[in-house]
T-cell receptor, first 113, second 115 residues
Framework: AQSVTQLGSHVSVSEGALVLLRCNYS??????LFWYVQYPNQGLQLLLK??????LVKGINGFEAEFKKSETSFHLTKPSAHMSDAAEYFC???????????FGKGTMLLVSP | EAGVTQFPSHSVIEKGQTVTLRCDPI?????LYWYRRVMGKEIKFLLH????????ESGMPNNRFLAERTGGTYSTLKVQPAELEDSGVYFC?????????????FGQGTRLTVV
């Protein structure tokens, strides 16, 4: 069965620092990959998705993610954290031929001044 | 354009009672999904509707859960009778297409607490 692993349930950074949230998938055939963000009292919002057109994917709010097949990873980065980035981030995967998403456990990003 | 709407946002019920959650998908989205996040765990798939038909209900935990999608529009998820382990956040999502890199649009979730 496919699984998605997010390393670190909480990540703390200072404002202006690099944000790195890790995501690894388990399947031998690369799935379709997504990053979602959930701000307090809101639903999940799509940040970006891997489409196989390019290994480096740019998303909203300055986030980007790099797909590395050799490492089965799809880590999320942002060069400079902003206070408004504080939220919970979810990595998700969808196997080819399927409709459902498999989620990681989520990483809470804490940004301090 | 309105997004996916879920009602209620919070519900606290006693063990053994019945609760019905509602989801209004984005207009025109044939695909509707229910997911659940139990505290401390990952968001897990419950079931998938295509219009009014259940495409995949492999994630439904047991027969205390009943999902319907009348006329292929809004959907309800009924839990009867509720147990303590049913507590969690129930998310609804909808999409126009299915599979591939299709984006699923999520509602804000219903936080269910069973006491």
């Amino acid at each position: 069965a496919q699984s998605v692993t997010q390393l670190g349930s909480h990540v703390s950074v200072s404002e202006g620092a690099l944000v790195l949230l890790r995501c690894n998938y388990s399947s031998s055939v690369p799935p379709y990959l997504f990053w979602y963000v959930q701000y307090p009292n809101q639903g999940l919002q799509l940040l970006l998705k891997y489409t196989s057109a390019a290994t480096l994917v740019k998303g909203i709010n300055g986030f980007e993610a790099e797909f590395k097949k050799s490492e089965t990873s799809f880590h999320l980065t942002k060069p400079s954290a902003h206070m408004s980035d504080a939220a919970e981030y979810f990595c998700a995967a969808r196997k080819a031929g399927y409709s459902t998403l498999t989620f990681g456990k989520g990483t809470m990003l804490l940004v301090s001044p | 354009e309105a997004g996916v709407t879920q009602f209620p946002s919070h519900s606290v019920i006693e063990k053994g009672q019945t609760v019905t959650l509602r989801c209004d998908p984005i207009s025109g989205h044939d695909n509707l999904y229910w997911y659940r996040r139990v505290m401390g765990k990952e968001i897990k798939f419950l079931l998938h509707f295509v219009k009014e038909s259940k495409q995949d209900e492999s994630g439904m935990p047991n027969n205390r859960f009943l999902a319907e999608r009348t006329g292929g529009t809004y959907s309800t998820l009924k839990v009867q009778p509720a147990e303590l382990e049913d507590s969690g956040v129930y998310f609804c999502a909808s999409s126009q297409a299915q599979g591939g890199n299709t984006e699923a649009f999520f509602g804000q979730g219903t936080r269910l607490t069973v006491v």
